[in-house]
């Protein structure tokens, strides 16, 4: 059962969005597109097809996953570094474009809930593994410009998550404590960076992630929920029961049980 507003545990401040996957379907048919088309323009026989990006997924921040996946393929480490930069500086052109002629598009139900959170004074934030280059104009571009406080991206942020940088530079910048906020992610090497920053941490899974070990999840959906299709719930340890969507009175709940119950035992 749902309480009613005033009976809200939790003291919710903040909610710190990751973007990949989660606030925008960004991945399968976004960043692998643009690694692709730059083995193509470098005239390498490369390609990642679906099944093989989810497994190199695994390795946040395009250059290192390039690195990965050249060492892979045993090209000699000064070479690889180099094509690796080379690579990732192209693709990231070609993402950007991508980005600005609207072919990466928010995930179902992303829009309505900032909207929900900004209308109760929740302030919002970001903390990618991504670029600069491409996350600031996109994140305008889709949910209007200075939506977010703050946005934390690979440049202030160099180690890559799982390392909880990304989310403790968002709470400084917030400057609040992680009790007062909720990260949404949509991957275990996100959660785990919002674990390791003290953060209670909602994961709402994608086709790439819904095998993840996300055992630590304070909540697990398959989706944000809006008025055409309703959100499943596939953990809830601290029985939080969602009405479908992700919503504010969840988020808020989410802080007090959390908190109060690391371990998911009522
Ligand atoms: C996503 C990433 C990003 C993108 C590519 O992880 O790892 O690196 O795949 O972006 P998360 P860049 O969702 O956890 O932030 O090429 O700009 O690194
Ligand atoms: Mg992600």
Redesign the pocket.
């Known amino acids: 059962m749902h309480g009613s507003p005033q009976s809200f545990p939790g003291d919710l401040r903040a909610v710190i969005f ?5 606030l925008v379907d ?2 399968r048919d976004g ?1 692998r597109v643009a690694f692709n088309r730059a083995f193509e323009e470098a005239e390498l026989p490369d390609r990642w097809d679906v099944e093989l990006y989810g497994k190199l ?1 695994e ?5 290192r ?1 390039l690195n990965s996946y050249l060492e892979q393929q045993s090209v000699p480490a000064a070479e690889r570094e180099q094509l690796a930069r080379r690579l ?1 500086a192209r ?2 052109e070609i ?1 950007t474009e991508m980005a600005s002629h609207g072919e990466i598009t928010p995930r179902a139900g992303v829009r309505e809930l900032l909207d929900e959170l900004g209308d109760a004074g929740v302030r919002l934030a970001v903390a ?4 600069s280059v ?2 600031n104009p996109m994140l305008d571009r889709l949910f209007g410009p200075g939506r977010f406080e703050a946005v934390v991206t ?1 440049e202030e942020a160099p180690i ?2 799982p390392d909880p940088s990304a989310y403790r530079i968002a709470l400084e910048r917030l400057a609040i404590a992680p009790r007062a906020a909720v990260a949404v ?3 275990r ?2 959660l785990r ?1 919002a674990k390791s920053a003290g953060l209670a941490c909602v994961v709402v899974v994608n086709d790439y992630t819904r095998e993840h070990d996300l055992g630590e999840a304070d909540l697990v959906l398959d989706g944000f929920g809006d008025s055409d299709a309703t959100s499943r719930i596939l953990a809830d340890p601290h029985s939080l029961d969602p009405p479908g969507r992700l919503d504010l009175e969840t988020l808020s709940r989410m802080t007090g049980r959390a908190a109060r119950d690391p371990l998911g035992e009522e």
């Open positions: 990751d973007v990949d996957g989660t960004s991945e960043h997924l390795i946040t921040g395009g250059e996953r990732h693709k990231t993402f990618t593994t991504g670029s491409w996350v690979s890559r998550k992610e949509d991957s090497n996100g960076a």
